[in-house]
């Protein structure tokens, strides 16, 4: 069952995103590998960077190797082959781990100041809950940036779901859960990782695109 | 004549079609229990077989020439005996009994001749079949009854007429019902007289009553004279097999009572299923100084899991079994059948006679999938180097005159983790205790590289003329070979008409090459070890490996994965080769060495993980309560 759900939920992220490229488009290069390059670009420490900045994006860029490397040993052979993990690929998922559980506190630090929700994130829900409750809520007339929005609420996601996903194999380390419960935190590790890199392929999308908006 | 031939032929199938379907139909009276518990009361008349094979009068005890009594005869007057003899101690024999998993062999060997071989009529890969190593039914039984039970290769009847007339006078070797059912302490199985000596002595229709308390047999088959007809017996015959009966046995009516009893004792079994382990420096397990398997200690006894109905199926207890037993009881009756639920995850039948169900705590699920139960809970505690074990039935446990040292022959190795082979195509191949032989025989390779052993006989007339100056070695173990004694044996074989005549020992092939020199080839399929999975004993499960830490079998020099496994060979080269255990688990040394060296770090990364994720949820509630207290702040405004 998680190999079918797994398959069909990273294709309808994965189209998802290709429509939203197509149908939304933000400026660039318009041929397909000057384009990459230039996404790729994005991603990479600019020589302007405050050393703190640089450090940040260090950490984000170890983060985000570590991410494809955890994505790949764990997705591949349950996706590909219907098989658990094990050999050389869960030696290095498990290396991997705790290098990116490390940069993930390291970014919730030094984020999460940048990502709080404002008003402006969501002037629709401000308008309707000034209408409804009578409060004296303040209301942005600024135009609604849904991907900032999302961008911001798939930060707060990950860094919520990386707490099960992390405890759920550290728990299962120590002599204090038997079998049933291995198997259950197996499964919820299992399940939310599946959601976590959903909400990591879009936040990384959507950082792109935010980044390409700010360049025009 | 074709006419009436067919006719013939036509009603004596029908004949035996109706007989075997009136057996199968018509029970007797001890084939099925009316419900009682208690020990049906045994006190029966006993009878011989007749010449003609059928069932022959009943035994009078003041006969002095009475004839012994006869099992199929005695006992099969209430058990139907055709089925009792189709079980699985009696039908190594029918082709068509699924081997199941491999199980110890009988192990032929000769230190002289430098010859350990496993031998089975159960198709198990890696065994020999005992025609092929030139043993006749009657031979194999002479030399391997007397830790059988009976029936089988002793009761088959042989094609060729010379060994169906021996057969004649020695008698079948019937299914001994007492050497398994007898409660009376007096049942002597190993005994100066008992039932492994009559074996010996091809008295094969006098073992079970030699084995019984009230009966005794003198003489023996092979030493009486030519002329020697059992159903004709001569009191001149002194030398004739003889039986004595305890007349005291018998009450008025000749009936004799016999402690019978239907669930098997524990010493009964432990004739045939014993262990010994012998590790360095002459320690052995030896009774007084070992504990028992913790289910007989909990107050159980073998047949509790060992099951078996009427058709004596028994169940041998491995996962996997139903695939091969069509007895009820085998998905049940095994370790995860009554510690789990059994192997369709029906949880109810978990915890029969009282079994803990187990929680595992800390333990990764990915271990049940990759490891049998008995990996970390059977057998001797793993060494650097596994031990020699010896077995009721490859060293003759308990019978006379057994050689008490360690090295005695064959070599049998435990505890090797070996990566079980599966019956089952979807099955996922499992780590297990296994008990190991390294075959060691003379044979010949045919032009598919396909070694097959030179028979017995040959083996013994050229293979021991060539070694006649070999010395034996009083230990019992391998008289040592040296390359150029194989050369010269390799060389005498070829010319007795043994054609491509080759040595396997130690994992290694010897052959001779276009020159005449012995040259080698290793990890030839012939020479492959043989091993059989090791269940008992059972520890305790404070005493199971990785209680407590990790690092009993995770950690660069643990027994488990790179203990050495002695390559046993008469071949001084050979002998002193090793081989590590994760070789046996088909794992490469790079992988299984550097898992084992990540736990030294495992440590670490759980305190970066619970690190990590404590920053993380800090950051989460910190911004969690300021999100709170701006909604907070909107609320004070309307009042």
């Known amino acids: 069952m998680f190999q079918t759900v797994a398959i069909l939920a990273l294709l309808v992220t994965f189209i998802g995103i290709a429509l939203h490229w197509v149908l939304t488009p933000t400026g660039g290069p318009r041929c397909p590998l000057s384009g990459a390059v230039h996404v790729f670009s994005l991603l990479l420490i600019e020589q302007k960077s405050s050393l703190l900045g640089a450090l940040k994006k260090l950490c984000y860029l170890v983060a985000m190797v570590c991410f494809l490397v955890l994505a790949f040993t764990g997705f591949w052979p349950t996706l590909v082959h219907g098989e658990h993990i094990s050999g050389f690929l869960m030696y290095i998922h498990a290396t991997f781990a705790p290098v990116f559980a490390l940069c993930l506190a390291i970014l919730a630090i030094t984020w999460a100041g940048s990502n709080r929700f404002s008003f402006a994130d969501a002037p629709w829900l401000t308008r309707l809950l000034r209408r409804v409750t009578r409060l004296r809520v303040p209301v942005d007339d600024r135009p609604w940036r849904c991907s900032l929005a999302v961008y911001k609420l798939a930060f707060w996601a990950i860094l919520f779901l990386a707490l099960p996903l992390v405890l759920s194999i550290v728990v299962s380390m120590f002599h204090l859960l038997g079998t049933d419960w291995q198997y259950f935190t197996l499964a919820v590790h299992r399940w939310i990782s599946l959601v976590f890199a959903i909400a990591v392929i879009v936040h990384t999308y959507l950082a792109v695109r935010l980044r390409m908006a700010c360049q025009e | ?639």
């Open chain 2, 1 to 639: 004549m074709k006419r009436r031939l067919i006719a013939a032929l036509v009603v004596s199938l029908v004949l035996s079609a109706s007989l075997l379907a009136a057996e199968k139909a018509a029970k007797l009276l001890g084939d099925e229990s009316d419900g009682s518990r208690a020990h049906p009361i045994h006190r029966i008349p006993l009878f011989s077989e007749s010449e003609k094979g059928e069932k022959g009068p009943q035994i009078d005890p003041d006969d002095p020439l009475a004839m012994p009594f006869s099992t199929r005869f005695t006992c099969g007057e209430c058990h139907t005996y055709g089925a009792i003899s189709k079980g699985w101690h009696f039908n190594s024999l029918d082709g068509n009994v699924p081997a199941g998993r491999p199980g110890e062999p009988w192990l032929y060997f000769n230190s002289k001749l430098g010859i350990q071989l496993p031998l089975s009529y159960r198709a198990w890969p890696g065994v020999h079949r005992p025609e092929q190593f030139g043993l006749s039914l009657a031979e194999f039984t002479k030399i391997f009854a007397r830790h059988m039970p009976g029936g089988g290769p002793g009761e088959a009847t042989p094609s060729d007429a010379r060994a169906r007339a021996e057969q004649y006078v020695s008698g079948k070797l019937e299914a001994n019902c007492l050497a398994c059912h007898n409660a009376h302490p007096g049942q002597d199985q190993g005994g100066a007289d008992g039932y492994a000596i009559q074996v010996s002595k091809t008295n094969f229709r006098w073992a079970a009553a030699a084995s019984c308390e009230f009966a005794d047999v003198s003489g023996s088959v092979t030493d009486a004279g030519p002329t020697y007809d059992p159903f004709m017996p001569d009191e001149t015959e002194e030398k004739a097999p003889r039986v004595s009966y305890d007349k005291k046995a018998f009450d008025a009516k000749g009936n004799v009572f016999m402690e019978i009893v239907r669930e098997s004792p524990k010493q009964r079994c432990y004739f045939c299923h014993s262990d010994l382990f012998c590790g360095e420096n002459d320690e052995k397990t030896e009774k007084w100084c070992a504990d028992e398997d913790i289910h007989m200690t909990a107050g159980l006894t073998c047949v509790d899991c060992h099951r078996n109905g009427l058709d004596h199926n028994i169940v041998r207890g491995y996962e996997g079994e139903t695939a091969d037993s069509a007895n009820p009881m085998a998905a049940t009756t095994s370790c995860r059948g009554c510690h789990l639920g059994d192997e369709n995850g029906n949880r109810e039948t978990g915890g029969r006679l009282g079994a803990p169900v187990p929680l595992h705590k800390g333990i990764p699920t990915v271990h049940f999938e990759r490891l049998t139960c008995t990996a970390c809970h059977s057998g001797p505690w793993p060494t650097d180097k596994p031990v020699l074990a010896k077995t009721s039935r490859a060293h003759r446990l308990g019978t006379i005159n057994v050689p008490k040292e360690p090295r005695v022959l064959p070599h049998v190795w435990a505890p090797v983790f070996v990566k079980e082979a599966v019956a089952d195509p979807n099955g996922t191949a499992k780590i297990g205790p296994h008990k190991l032989v390294w075959p060691a025989f003379w044979g010949t390779v045919d032009a598919n590289d396909c070694v097959a052993p030179v028979d017995l006989a040959t083996v013994t007339k050229v293979v021991g003329t060539v070694l006649k100056d070999v010395p034996v070695v009083a230990t019992g173990d391998w008289s040592e070979l040296k390359e150029e004694q194989i050369g010269q044996v390799l060389k005498a074989l070829g010319e007795s008409g043994q054609q491509k005549p080759v040595y396997i020992t130690g994992g290694m092939l010897f052959e001779l090459n276009a020159a005449g020199a012995v040259t080698s080839r290793a990890d030839h399929p012939a020479a492959a070890p043989y091993a059989w999975a090791l269940a008992h004993n059972v520890r305790p499960a404070a005493q199971s490996l990785g209680v407590g830490k990790c690092t009993v079998c995770h950690s660069t020099n643990s027994a488990f994965f790179f203990g050495q496994v002695a390559v046993d060979s008469p071949v001084a080269s050979v002998s002193s080769l090793t081989k590590t255990q994760y070789e046996f688990q088909k794992a490469s040394h790079a992988r299984t060495w550097f898992f084992a060296f990540s736990f030294l770090f495992r440590p670490w990364f759980k305190v970066v993980a619970i690190g990590a994720t404590a920053v993380i949820g800090i950051v989460l509630l910190l911004y969690g309560l300021k999100a709170l207290g701006a909604v907070a702040r909107v609320l004070s405004e309307q009042e």
